[in-house]
């Protein structure tokens, strides 16, 4: 596609819910990254794909963070038990060469 | 590991004027890339601006400039002719240049941000 689709854009998750948000990059890009915004504060990085390898995943914030890139070319984030503290902006970019990333609009993710 | 910080959460500019945000990082490093991004409350990112740690020019893109010193640290990013669609959070972010294994230098370290607002 021409941009960086996430889906969905809205969820709403109650404590404890497992949950899996999509990022679809844009076709050809080798690397894909998710990153994390809480309210008011700036993205921070979560993992990092090159292809279909997780090269880092240094960002997650715990063991019920899990992502994923089967085929090199649609991501899935999913965390499991979530917790309130889970709630925030999951944001997924995409880049060809490493230094011009192209974002996503993000999934506002709410735990209530 | 590489801070951002941009010390100003809040700036209010009128409409056809000019305003400069503020950014400051902390690196041991010599090669990287520093950007502007904005995120207007559709929550995109979208790159403002790119510059480049061994270019001594200062980078311009049409009314967006920026005056990088590096041994002083500082990116800051100056929007002349404001209009209301600058209207958005604005947010400074850092990169590595340099190769290393695992691909880890790739990720944006970015600062809190600031909030523009642009008065009509």
């Known amino acids: 596609g021409a941009g960086v689709s996430q889906s969905p854009r809205y969820k709403v998750a109650k404590r404890g819910q497992d949950v899996a948000l999509r990022c679809d990059p844009i076709?050809?890009?080798?690397?894909l990254f998710w990153y994390q915004q809480a309210l008011g504060q700036g993205p921070e990085f979560l993992t990092y794909?090159?292809?279909?390898?997780?090269?880092?995943k240094s960002g997650l914030p715990s063991d019920r963070f899990f992502a994923e890139r089967p085929e090199g070319s649609v991501s899935t984030l999913k965390i499991q038990r979530t917790q309130q503290e889970d709630s925030a902006v999951y944001l997924c970019?995409?880049?060809?060469?490493?230094?011009?990333?192209?974002f996503g609009s993000g999934t506002r993710l709410t735990v209530v | 590991a590489q801070t951002v910080t941009q010390s100003q959460p809040e700036m209010s500019v009128q409409e056809a004027e000019t305003v400069t945000l503020s950014c400051t990082y902390d690196t041991s490093e010599s090669d990287y890339y520093l950007f502007w991004y904005k995120q207007p409350p559709s929550r995109q990112m979208i790159l403002v601006i790119r510059?480049?740690?061994?270019?001594?020019q200062n980078a311009t893109e049409n009314r967006f400039s920026v005056n990088f010193q590096k041994a002083a640290k500082s990116f800051s990013l100056k929007i002349s002719d404001s209009q209301l669609g600058d209207a958005a959070m604005y947010f400074c972010a850092y990169r590595s240049a340099g190769m290393r294994s695992g691909g880890s230098n790739y990720k944006l370290t970015f600062g809190k941000g600031t909030l523009l607002t642009v008065n009509p």
């Open positions: 970019a995409s880049s060809a060469r490493n230094y011009g990333y192209t």
């Open positions: 510059q480049e740690a061994y270019k001594q």
């Open positions: 076709s050809g890009h080798v690397s």
């Open positions: 794909f090159q292809n279909e390898a997780q090269l880092d």
